[in-house]
């Protein structure tokens, strides 16, 4: 990989050619927000928050340096005034989806603002996507999606009724930064209220411990190349 140098606030860094741009600052200890970031996702930067300033001399651009692969010369800023405004803008816009949040209230705390001029919505849900990827990227299955456009957009199943291609991993609730997804879950069942399904759980056959939902230990049966039994019993109990 091609050694190049690129400049972020005034100092010269050495990085290799594509290296991520937050990747690059984290690891010179520059502190950049983000919400939407996991790392078994794909970057996807629709949180915004990673935003920086790319200097091109005479104009500059707003980028999000989560998914900003760098080329040799490259100038940044991460914390200009015109960055600091924006990110403001778009905590206060979080609060107003999300005021209940531990994670959204420490972040306004530490960018400073105090409160959020937008009509609040006690939902909890910041439209970061995570759990979308997560079911599309990861587990393969698509059972949710967003719906709806402007101010009425949200993740839903299917027409907002039972999301019946879900197989009950939790990947969803896994991935998301808000912990707006709630999992309920007894000796019997595991339930996603927001999807409008539950699942009955699967015991190990040895010990009797819970080991996942039968729907989805029947979809590892399909796609993993192991023998049909493996997953009768729990990970303790396995040879």
């Known amino acids: 990989m091609a050694k190049i140098t690129i400049t ?8 290799n050619q594509g290296d991520i741009l937050l ?3 984290r690891k010179q200890s520059i502190d ?3 919400m939407c970031e996991h790392s078994d996702l794909k970057p996807y930067g629709v949180c915004r928050l990673c935003i920086v300033e790319w200097d091109r001399g005479d104009w500059s651009k707003i980028v999000t340096s989560c998914n900003f692969p760098v080329k040799d010369g490259q100038i940044f800023k991460t914390a200009t005034d015109k960055i600091k405004r924006m990110r403001k803008m778009i905590v206060e816009l979080m609060l107003a989806r999300s005021s209940r949040t531990p994670e959204i209230i420490e972040l306004a705390k530490k960018l400073g603002v105090n409160k959020t001029r937008f009509p609040k919505k006690i939902d ?6 995570n759990c979308v990827r997560a ?3 990861i ?3 698509n059972a949710i999606s967003f719906a709806g456009r402007g101010p009425t957009r949200k993740v839903a199943s299917p027409f907002f009724e039972e999301a019946t291609d879900c197989i009950g991993c939790g990947s969803c609730a896994y991935v998301c930064p808000t912990n707006y997804i709630l999992v309920e879950e007894d000796d019997k069942t595991r339930k996603f209220p927001l999807w409008k399904i539950e699942f009955e759980l699967a015991h190990c056959k040895k010990c009797g411990q819970t080991i996942a939902p039968k729907k989805q230990l029947d979809f590892l049966r399909k796609k993993a190349n192991l023998p049909a039994d493996w997953f009768d ?7």
């Open 135 to 137: 079911c599309s990227e």
């Open 8 to 15: 972020i606030d005034d100092k010269k860094i050495e990085a």
């Open 23 to 25: 990747d690059i600052c």
């Open 233 to 239: 019993v729990c990970i303790n109990c396995r040879p």
């Open 124 to 129: 909890g849900c910041i439209l970061c996507g």
């Open 32 to 34: 950049i927000p983000t």
């Open 139 to 141: 587990v393969e299955v």
